[in-house]
């Protein structure tokens, strides 16, 4: 091939790139030279987070003397000596609270530690935006703690309350701020580099107790983004969606407790002896309440966050001390008997720490002060875990099992309590297992909720053990009772006796015996009622009948018995009965002594005898006595009170009258116990009717 043939096709494959090197130098002459000091973004259907270059200056701006707006909004202030602050956030980052992604330290951790109060942040940026398209502004999802925002010094809107003296604060949200309006250029401003620089001023406030609960605290953690307005709206729904995520487990753990809470006071109906169901109510309900306030707190702006640390500072402490009680109670300890007035005292030594130590009244009390009171509520809570702990050393020493159990509770809870401060240690108590958040306050409380679920279920296993042998106690009980009291009807020389006993629990507290003389032919009658119902009653019941038995063996005047029963009483705390003792003779005399019973019925009238006081009050006490004959064809008729105590429904007594009514139209004790029970049964009822017929009659029956 010719030479010059083959530099001519050489020089046809240069021309192409010398083509392209030419129209790039003239692409890049023809484009003006970006200014440092912004930063250059195109916005399309995009959004962008403004990482950089951002101005910062701790304290607030003064007002410009013309516009009377802060001076450091205005665009053409010069923020080249302020420090420069990049908002990139390294790999993995994460709020150590809540757990929001894209974490960067505040300004406590970029040289102003100890520092709140106001403090700007400025950016310049360029931005260009598409003909029709409207710009809009994402403000900080996570930062301390509220802010005002402004768009080449016009203000944009804020987050937090700036209209009083000191700014009203709330858990930080998103916020989305309309930016530009259907065009792609900003109207030019005075001292401004290019008509499409806008400078974005952010005036943010830090409550002085934020430096106490979050580490690396001040101003921004996480980038404003900027965008055409529906991105932005899209990327402010999704930051909801992570701002609820973070909250979601604190309004499951509040619905948990509320419901573990309502077992617990449940169980109070089931078992009114067990005070630990109440305790664990209480406990459970106060730490319901809350999460459910750090859920709702978080999520509205309803409550603000210094109301809401005064109310975490009575609540926790409250729930704290509350557990303390509950392993107290559960394990059924007595000694030591200061305990409880320790736990007392450091509920309200806990109370004023937390509410002092959180800075929340910096006017008043100093910084230093504030941090030493910090210090003293985590040595209230370590003395309270520690007092938890002594308290399940020794359940297990004494108990075994049950301690063992609740060891693992005492620990979580423990955990739980002082997340905060391995929070500001850097300890890591965060995690996003299948993106959802869980820190470890979280996740100990959960296994909390799972092991005192069980503990609850194993205690109420073992309740309903203790109340079926209870149960059967009750159920012995009252066949015994039954065995010892007298046959409903019964014959005896010269007398006809029918007895009725309607207890209204399951062992009455009504008594009464029927002994008759081996040799004399008189006849022994004792009945009464013992103060309450119940078991205890029944048992009281049991010692009285023992020593009425005793008592008429050797003598059976009814005042000798009489006497007996009250020493029987005496000295044993608040028991005391109302008894009737009668002797019925063979000719038919009757013999009464009277210790604050009701007045036996003669044919429907009531005999006249004088009250006195029931037994065992009185060492010697002054029994009403009286005595009269029996007739042929009498009847006399000894009733309890719960005849004369029966309540209908709307609350109206059976009364003497209708005793009376009664008597002259029932034909048997039967008739009246069930004309009683049925007007409606407060009180045991047991009716007694001697009638006086002629021995042949008593024989031939």
Known sequence: MPEDETLARRFRFLVPIFFCLFAAAWASAQTPPLKDSAAQITIGPSVAPLYRPWKLRMGDSPLDQNTHGPLWADPAFDDSQWETVDLTPQSGRFDPNIGISGYVPGWTAKGHPGYSGYAWYRIRVRLAARPGENLALAGPLDMDDGYQVFANGALLGSFGDFSGKTPIIYYSQPRMFPLLKGTTETTPQPGMPDASSVVLAFRVWMEPYTLTNTPDAGGFHTAPLVGDEGTIAAEYQNLWVELIRSYALAAVEACLFLLLAVVSFSLILFDRTDRVYGWMGVFFLLYSTVFALLAYDSLTESVSVRADTVMQAFTYPLATAAWVMVWWVWFRLHRPAWLPRAVAGLLVLLIVSDLLGQDLFADVVPHTMSAAFHVLSLVVRLAMLALTLWIVVEGIRLHGLDGWLALPAVLLYGVARVQTELGILHVRAIWFPFGLHVSLSV???????????????????????????????????????????????????????????????????????????????????????????????GMLVALLIGAIRTAAQFNPDPLVVMETLNQRLLGRGDCCATCLALRIDADGSVSVVNAGHVAPYLNGQPVAIEGSLPLGLLKAPEFSMMRFRLLEGDRLMLLSDGIVEATDKEGQLFGFARVQELLRTASSASQIASAAQSFGQEDDISVISVTRVTVLEAARA
């Open 443 to 537: 996740l100990s409380s959960l296994l909390l909720i799972a092991v005192l679920a069980l503990l609850l279920l194993r205690r109420l296993l073992l309740s309903v053990h203790r109340q079926r042998l209870m149960a059967l106690d009750v159920k012995q009980a009252q066949e015994v009772q039954q065995v010892i009291l007298p046959e409903a009807h019964t014959m005896f020389p010269g007398l006809k006796v029918e007895c009725e006993y309607r207890p209204a629990l399951e062992v009455g507290g009504d008594f009464f015996q029927i002994v008759p003389h081996a040799t004399d032919g008189s006849l022994l009658i004792v009945a009464g009622d013992v103060a309450g119902k119940g078991l205890k009653a």
